[in-house]
């Protein structure tokens, strides 16, 4: 019988490739599935099976560490209506803009403080698109340079803490069957710090040697233009435009990384000083406050229903004896530790051409960790490698929200070819990135 939840596994895939709603489709398919079972096979699935589903509802729903969740997610809406993403691309502008490629670096450098700000892609993508993409093409940068780096520098925020991706992962390898915590959010968050740093580093690596190489795509401002716009108060409003994200990236991430807080306390600290940021940018309003909390309300009720529709699917598949089967399976063949992790990440990878990074999280995660459990390969290092994959979703066509988000902003100059042709180095710096963790997996520890 564990063959019939691989079929359920892949008939789940197909439709939600077809575009069917991933909630609906992962809780009805799921309970009709098991439902056409129990009348064929009674003794395989009973409706006594059935009663621990609301049980693990509820525990979803009373799950503190996804309490997290809907507070980063106000968090970072809140701090896209404050304004912080127009002055620190403005200031960093002016700062770098007299060196080749300088604009190109101001933007990944911008990125990463909104990513440890904020963690929402859609946000930091089309601010820095609609803002820093027409200035980078009037002063002489290629498209697809100005595009890649735009998009590219937006998903840091999915490995850069706080990320939702890391929570959903962290909350998806759940317990082991002692009931132990197999990776806690808050050492997962740490795990992923240098990585993402290495990242950022890689990006502006990037552009130094493309802006060399190619010095038609990323000419370097005059410099008496950006003197002329620097005024007599540029080193404070240099320093003022730093202290409002580095305070709240202190106050969120130092909190956790020094024990003072859990990872949801200090998402509940981050999404108050992210009112107070707003409050001091001006921008604070009954009307922004109303907007922001509809925003967050959406968002987080997608993701708890795609949640609750992963939870019936998840309890469907291992009724049915998936776990077993597939670890029967791949016994069988002799595959190895490394064999398995691989054909993951492949698979992983592929998926994120066609669909959602949530999606992938909820149908694969509780597949594929039994095995490795089976293979007692440590899930910390497996999570922060997955992360990095499910990052390349948001770039890989033809259904990366990075490249969706930024054409909807992009003058018409500016074509999907473009886009595409911009993106692929850093889908290629990502990929070089999961083969040096798995070179070198101890990189992950050193915050630890």
Not at 85 to 98: C, K, N, R, V
């Amino acid at each position: 019988m564990g063959f019939l939840a691989v079929i359920l596994f892949l008939l789940l895939f197909i439709l939600i490739l077809k575009g069917y709603p991933v909630a609906i489709t992962l809780g009805g398919v799921s309970t009709v599935f098991a439902l056409a079972v129990m009348l064929v096979a009674p003794d395989v699935i009973r409706i006594q099976d059935f009663y621990l589903l609301p049980t693990r509802f509820m525990g979803t729903i009373n799950n503190t560490m996804l309490m997290a969740v809907p507070l980063f997610i106000f968090m970072g809406i809140m701090l896209e209506k404050s304004g912080l993403a127009e002055t620190l691309l403005q200031t960093m502008a002016d700062l770098f803009g007299s060196l080749r490629g300088g604009l190109a670096i101001a933007v990944i450098i911008v990125g990463a403080l909104l990513a440890a700000s904020t963690g929402i892609v859609g946000a930091t993508v089309v601010t820095m698109g609609s803002i820093s993409l027409p200035v980078m093409l009037k002063r002489g940068y290629h498209p697809a340079l100005a595009t890649g780096v735009i998009a590219s520098s937006g998903t840091l925020g999915q490995i850069i803490p706080p990320s939702i991706v890391l929570i959903l992962l962290a909350d998806q390898i759940g317990i082991n069957t002692t009931g132990v915590a197999q990776v806690d959010v808050g050492t997962l968050f740490r795990a992923a710090i240098l990585p993402g740093l290495l990242l950022v580093l890689a990006y502006i690596t990037y552009v130094l040697v493309i802006s060399q190489l190619r010095k038609d795509w990323a000419p370097a401002v005059d410099k008496a233009m950006i003197k002329a716009r620097r005024s007599d108060t540029f080193l404070f409003d240099l320093f003022k435009a730093f202290v409002l994200p580095l305070s709240l990236i202190l106050a969120v991430l130092g909190s956790i990384l020094a024990g003072i807080t859990s990872p949801t306390e200090a998402a509940a600290v981050g999404a108050f000083g992210s009112i107070i940021l707003t409050a001091l940018s001006g921008k604070l309003s009954t009307e922004t406050l109303k907007a922001v909390m509809q925003q967050t309300m959406r968002l987080t009720s997608m993701v708890f229903l795609i949640l609750l529709g992963a939870t019936t699917f998840t309890l469907v598949f291992r009724t049915l004896g998936g776990d077993d089967y597939l670890i029967h399976l791949i016994e069988s063949i002799n595959l190895s530790a490394m064999g398995f992790l691989l054909i993951v990440m492949v698979i992983m990878f592929i998926s994120g051409f066609f669909i959602d990074f949530i999606e992938i999280i909820f149908i694969f995660i509780p597949v594929v960790v039994p095995i490795f459990n089976i293979y007692e390969i440590d899930l910390l290092w497996v999570a922060v490698l997955m992360a990095i994959n499910l990052q390349t979703s948001f770039l890989t066509p033809p259904f990366g929200f990075s490249l969706f988000y930024l054409k909807g902003v992009a003058p018409p100059e500016v074509t999907t070819a473009h886009l595409y042709r911009g993106i692929i180095p850093y889908i290629v710096i990502q990929v070089l990135m999961i083969i040096l963790l798995v070179l070198f997996p101890d990189l992950i520890k050193v915050f630890i």
